[in-house]
């Protein structure tokens, strides 16, 4: 474990400053709770109005102690917390968990309040757990600096999983699911405001707890992102899964977490893109991280995600094949072998190819299950078994279906889920230690998952030598133009447009001749980044005197905008069978970005694009463009040509390259269209618009 937080998570000594007799009171749950969970350490209640508290002396304050404490649990509120914390800085004490809430959730005056506590701590190097924190709790050793009620209601125990949130309530919540499904939990620790300590900084320690199997997060915002790539790119490399909820995915949701929390919300599809280049598999609630938790407890890592449905109801196989569809998985396709094998055990009625129906025979012929199983069991093409039972109970021997179905999961080695929504059919497969769930929905959704998850932690990480520096062109404007712009992407070896930059009528007649004949023409400045709004773009200019009076109607315009060097791009007519966007800025949290997807001058409102965060492959770019709904048309649809998939990735690695580069003076770069060819065609960038920081 991590040496910064030792103090914190495994202390030998704590005190309670506002300790309590009352054990349902704030006060009084911590010590209540160590003492009865294994705490071999040295408990010290701070309350100057008792002797003793629950059976240990009391002192009346922090100074009077013999020792000064590791961990000091500060549970009085308002200034004297405060106080309590500037005293702890200043007596030596290591970690402080601070309870009281209305700080930095509140408004500006509780993070002015919340910052005067960081300024003291730091000062000492003193670390801060909260404010407005349920604490933290170490089941291993029985340090509990937390309060929560669910410690009552789902009593303790060590276990192989820990849970890391910036909310009390959530981390007492997913606790107590697991808990009621019989899981062990080792760590379930809050970080409320994070003054201080953050839960990507409590990742990185818990990832080097050996005993933990899978790790946890709640989040609201992602405050120290370059702490949470690290700690996941640590847990990858121990085989350590880490599953997020990050709350705040809508606007609405946004705004109720920078209430909750005190921080800004991150935006959403960027928290996405993060998410999966660092293996943190997002799921939406506290609900699906308990439901998978004991499929990867059973340490199943599928090799792919084709899955085999079986089932003793048609209806039923239909279903699981539907639920492979909504998870993203393909249903097997079994070898001629396989399926001869299969049929020798079912009737003749009976469906032999995946799905597999066993039919109602199971009820006549409880050993179809031991006989059916190990005829698919090493069948090359599957990945994955899902099991569904609809019907079962009286005249089937359940208690057979299950050691059949926990022998065939030992045999294959590769993940079994069951669904039984009847509780006398599904507690024999969970008391034989099958994952089994109510409905085909959960249980095929958590296979899919584990098959999305596995693939994520086997992706390589990329990574991209050092950069030339990108030098952003000079300027007091807000934007370069459009020929800057184009300039530096051709300079980095991004293929653009053709194109002349004019400020005379025969500079214009020149690039008309030279272009071909077929132009567009479009106003040149920096004071002007949007030129259709200004009705500066003309295209499909086909004839040498248009070219000249629009050229001469454009820089009118700009005279009149007042910019201070107009002139006028007239650019090649680009050929191409799809318009795309790429775009580039800088996230205030997470760094460059870049945005990859569908162009023109619906962009804003198609509003189809992925984000992607460098470094990456242009592999990586094709998978995130295949996400899209724009997908069906890379490959071409109604005899179209496929498109030149490759060209356009090539163009998103390179401008992601030149972001990187680019250093402080880059705010954000925006192609659009970005022209595509058919397959050998290529791609080249048409508009550009380039933003100083």
């Not at 190990?374 to 069948?379: H, I, T």
């Not at 201070?564 to 650019?571: D, E, G, M, P, Y």
Request: aromatic letters at 6%.
């Amino acid at each position: 474990m991590s040496d910064l937080l030792e103090s914190a998570l495994n202390p030998r000594t704590v005190a309670i400053i506002g300790a309590s007799e009352n054990i349902h009171k704030i006060g009084g749950r911590p010590i209540y709770y160590m003492q009865r969970g294994g705490f071999t350490g040295t408990i010290y209640p701070i309350n100057p109005s008792r002797q003793e508290v629950q059976g240990l002396k009391s002192y009346p304050t922090l100074a009077s102690l013999p020792e000064v404490p590791e961990l000091v649990l500060i549970v009085v509120a308002g200034e004297k917390a405060v106080e309590a914390v500037e005293e702890c800085a200043a007596t030596g004490v290591k970690s402080v968990v601070v309870i009281a809430s209305g700080f930095g959730e509140v408004d500006e005056a509780g993070r002015a309040v919340q910052q005067r506590m960081t300024d003291a701590a730091r000062a000492t190097g003193m670390r801060i757990y909260g404010p407005n924190t349920h604490g933290l709790a170490n089941f291993g050793t029985g340090a509990i600096a937390g309060f929560s009620t669910m410690f009552i209601e789902c009593p303790p125990q060590d276990g192989p999983v820990a849970v890391l949130s910036q909310s009390g309530g959530m981390s007492a919540m997913v606790y107590g699911l697991l808990r009621q499904k019989g899981i062990g939990v080792r760590h379930v620790h809050a970080t409320g405001n994070e003054a201080d300590v953050t839960v990507s900084e409590m990742a990185w320690a818990i990832a080097h707890d050996p005993e933990i199997k899978l790790l946890l997060l709640y989040l609201e915002n992602i405050a120290n992102p370059e702490m949470l790539a690290r700690a996941a790119e640590y847990a990858r490399s121990r085989d350590l899964p880490i599953v997020a909820v990050k709350a705040g995915r809508s606007p609405s949701g946004q705004q109720a977490a920078s209430t909750h929390t005190g921080s800004m919300a991150n935006e959403d599809r960027v928290v996405d893109a993060f998410f999966k280049k660092h293996g943190i598999m997002r799921v939406r609630d506290p609900h699906a991280q308990a439901l998978a938790a004991e499929a990867y407890l059973k340490g199943w890592r599928p090799a792919g995600n084709k899955l085999v449905v079986i089932s003793n109801s048609g209806a039923s196989c239909v279903m699981g094949a539907d639920a492979a569809e909504d998870n993203g998985l393909e249903m097997a396709k079994l070898s001629s072998l396989t399926q001869q094998a299969v049929a020798k055990s079912l009737p003749g009625f009976a469906t032999t190819t995946n799905p597999i129906d066993i039919t109602a025979a199971l009820l006549s012929n409880s050993g179809l299950f031991s006989e059916v199983l190990p005829a698919v069991a090493q069948d090359p093409a599957a990945d994955m078994f899902f099991i569904n039972i609809p019907v079962a109970g009286a005249g089937y021997d359940v208690q057979a279906f299950a050691r059949d179905t926990a022998a065939f999961e030992a045999l294959t080695g590769k993940p079994v889920a069951v669904a039984a929504w009847q509780q006398n059919v599904a507690e024999p497969f969970r008391q034989a230690g099958v994952a089994t769930f109510e409905n085909e929905g959960d249980a095929v959704g958590v296979l899919g998952q584990l098959a999305k998850h596995t693939a994520m932690l086997r992706q390589n990480l990329v990574h991209w030598p050092e950069f030339t520096d990108v030098k952003i062109p000079v300027g007091d404007d807000q934007y370069c133009d459009e020929a800057q712009s184009l300039a530096l992407l051709a300079a980095h070896g991004v293929p653009v447009v053709e194109h002349v930059l004019c400020t005379s009528v025969d500079q214009v007649r020149a690039a008309f001749a030279e272009l071909g004949g077929n132009v567009a023409l479009k106003g040149c400045a920096a004071e002007v980044p949007h030129k259709t709004e200004h009705g500066l773009v003309a295209l499909g200019i086909k004839n040498v005197e248009d070219a000249i009076r629009i050229f001469e109607s454009h820089m009118t315009k700009l005279n009149t905008l007042g910019v201070k060097h107009a002139a006028v791009i007239v650019a090649e007519m680009s050929r191409g069978k799809h318009e795309l966007m790429i775009g580039a800025r800088v996230d205030p949290v997470f760094g460059p970005v870049v945005l990859i997807g569908a162009g023109g001058k619906y962009v804003e409102a198609m509003q189809d694009y992925a984000v992607i965060l460098p470094p990456f492959s242009a592999e990586q770019v094709e998978a995130a463009l295949r996400g899209l709904r724009l997908a069906p048309l890379l490959d071409g649809v109604r005899g179209d040509a496929p498109m030149d998939v490759p060209a356009i990735c090539n163009i998103a690695v390179s401008v992601g390259k030149i972001v990187m580069a680019a250093g402080s003076n880059f705010a954000s770069l925006d192609l659009n269209p970005v022209m595509v060819g058919s397959v050998g065609e290529g791609a080249r960038v048409v508009d550009a618009l380039l933003e100083r920081a």
